[in-house]
Nanobody
């Protein structure tokens, strides 16, 4: 079993910054794509940013230029640096990872979520 543990959420004023961290632990042979999703009240969960094991990143259009995703493969960790935060960025942010486990099987895992609140 693999666990994703997130940290770094909180309350920040508009224009401020936060850095989210997520570390995977358990039986892990390697991790393919890691990413961050978010879900605001009454809205569907959406992909904010993702990064492949080779470092190729993909971003939601509305966060381009403000958010940066990065990962540390040695630590099985992914990070999301969020700058110039806006009230519309308020949501629960979830870490996600595609993990190669036992018997050569690929599993998808979610973190428990961390709240990000941006005040105006």
């Amino acid at each position: 079993q693999v666990q994703l543990v997130e940290s770094g959420g909180g309350l920040v004023q508009a224009g401020g910054s936060l850095r989210l961290s997520c570390a995977a632990s358990g039986i892990i042979f390697s991790i393919n794509t890691m990413g961050w999703y978010r879900q605001a009240p009454g809205k569907q969960r959406e992909l904010v940013a993702s990064v492949t094991s080779g470092g190729m990143a993909n971003y939601l259009e509305s966060v381009k230029g403000r958010f940066t995703i990065s990962r540390d493969n040695a630590k099985n960790a992914v990070y999301l640096q969020m700058n110039s935060l806006k009230p519309e960025d308020t949501a629960v942010y979830y870490c996600n990872a595609d993990v190669w486990g036992v018997q050569g099987r690929l599993f998808n895992y979610w973190g428990q979520g961390t709240q990000v609140t941006v005040s105006s």
